[in-house]
């Protein structure tokens, strides 16, 4: 990896319940993807407030993603039905805002799904990568 | 003495003034004028009415920085923003400049406030005198006048394709001494008469029997946002807050109102006090209280007008001091004596 | 046209009044420039003469409902007026039964600010979706069915703007930004006992005015309205440094339509479109 090559920051917003062990199934099974994303668990997708990402994006984050149980699969029921709507909404304000799209990302991710998790990061960091640096506000 | 300065002539020297120092300019922003430092002549508004925000902003900024870099070593340092250059605030109007008198009395007293005298010091006003009164305007009526050179360096009165100039300082005098103005037989006009300012309310502190006044004509329409004492040339509280950043320590302020609910949370004055009761504060403090206080002489209102347009609900200041007048009448109170 | 909603106002305040059905009549007055209106409080009938109605009654005055949830209160409604009493009925804010709402069929009002009546009409005009309000227990004129598609021409023409350009914008509109809050103090929807940018911890906005601050304050403003926002225009209306908060809340409510066909504000059983869910929808989320 070249010193110069742009290294962009990624908050990821976890759940306890699937994302974040679907990311320790990643690790535990020696799985490589980019080291960009740092990891903020949660209890819950649902515990996402919008908040919490337009803070993320104020502080220069240059990518968020918020990962969580597969609709249906929620440990709390139905918080990530909740967050789905909410997050649906986010999204094409945060473009209006004008952070490009691709910069947030909102993904499901069980608890057996490490090879996703490493999927779904590598892909977020190219793009993000492509979208180069964003910088506080 | 006059003098006077064509329009070109006041422009080259402005543009001469931008060399050496930050020139405050009325500027044109979103259909309305800020004051603001410009870059360059092009963008000042010679044709202002007044400014959307008043200038006190140059002097008392929103946010400033106060205090207290705690770097890594421990030290604490008093730091507030010292100025690069001098300044020149051009075109302040005369009820502005009172403004400015007012947060004089406030923030110079002994031991005074650092940044804010720094800033003073170093700024002179070139004021533009007011030919036309708007319908908000009512200087006259708080002891300020549309042209009253009193609170400026210099003032300004457009006549014709020009300026009469008054300079009434040192510091005048050393700004203008490149401005190229001739020598004018022309005299000022006369400084416009003041009225006799309002007195308010009727009683200093505790329970008066305008309460129901203020409860239910007054308080009951206000929605208490900040907007009057954001706009106004003379409101000066702030709130301090700490912040951490980037792991250092930092103390700001930032402007402050008394008719923000937290506001008595924190002072405590008049905490859990009605809504009427902190409205009532509000004209009790900008009228009797301040020169009572501060032996200014004057009001802590001067009459721009800023509030009176920028009220969502039309809380007009005017119309109050006029029921309080008559409220006087009818509990039988005539003439209260002067201040 | 006018005049005749003006007398409708006065005598049915009088009458509501003099029976005592309310303690607290909440309409309009003429403001102290003689051309604009501003909000009246009538607590006696004899004051009812002061009431009047005009295109320049620009205030949404369901706001002060909130203030009054202990008396019985009377209110002048326009039909976006209605719309935020129904999502104070939505939200439990205030009680059915402590409220008497004068509908008003509206013909629109103008974009006026004191001193100035103005001709044109409002933003919320332009793209009014209903004349007749959703609510009401006295109406004053004739109802109307027609509702009108709103065309989001001013989100539209934001939308096709580049990420870059729009970004610019918003940092333009923000930075005048003096954060006097009279967008949240005027909005109905706005009514938490604390707000979240009064909080020292967390601080999610700080009390410094720069541009993050203002970004993180006029965004977070907005998205709290998400599914809320009625579209009356105060917010934008008292803003003392002309930020066009409409354009942003337009936006959502654009993508509440789309999504959840949710208009807020008509249906008094409603749920918020955030409040709720529905297990197939929104399939997949975006790659």
Redesign the interface.
Known sequence: MSVEEFQPRIIGFLCNWCSYAGADMAGTSRMTYPSNVRIIRLPCSGRVN??II??AF?QGADGVMVSGCH??DCHYV?GN??A??????????L???????GRF????VSASEGKKWSQVVARFTDTVKSLGPRG?? | MTSFITKTSLKTWLGTLLKDNTLVAPAAAAGLTFFRPVEKIEDIAFDFTNTALSPKSWFFPQTETLSGEIAGNGHKTLNPEALEKNAVLFGIRPCDARGLAVTDKVFLITPGDTSYIERRQRTTLVGVACLEERAECFCTRMGSSPNSPADVDILLTEDGDGYLVQVMTKKGQTLSAGAGQQQSDKAVPPIVPTKPPARLPLKSAGPSPDMDYWDQSIADRCIHCNICAFVCPTCYCFDTFDIEKEGKVERLRSWYTCQSPNFERIEGYMADAPKGVRMRHRFYHKLPLFPEQLGSGYAACTGCGRCVVSCPVNIDIREIMDDVEKFRASVGEEKAPQA | MDDKITLAVREKAKELLEQKVVDCFIGYEKATDNLTSRPLFVYKPEQAERLVFDNTCVHNLSKYLLNKKDTKTAVVAKPCDARAIVVLLNENQVQREKIYIIGIVCPGVVDSRWGSAGTEPEVRCQGCPQHTPPLYDFLIGEPTDEVEQDAYTDVTAMEEMGDADREAFWKEQFQRCIRCYACRNVCPGCYCPVCFVDLKEPLWAGIRVAPGENWMWNNIRAFHLLGRCIDCNGCQRVCPVNIPLMLLNRKLKKEVAQAFAFIPGMDPKALAPLATFKKEELAEPSK
């Open positions: 919008p908040m337009f803070k104020q609709p249906g139905d039905y909740y789905r709507r909410r997050l649906a909404m986010l999204e094409p304000f473009e209006y805002l004008g952070i490009e799209k990302q909102l993904e499901w506080k506000i």
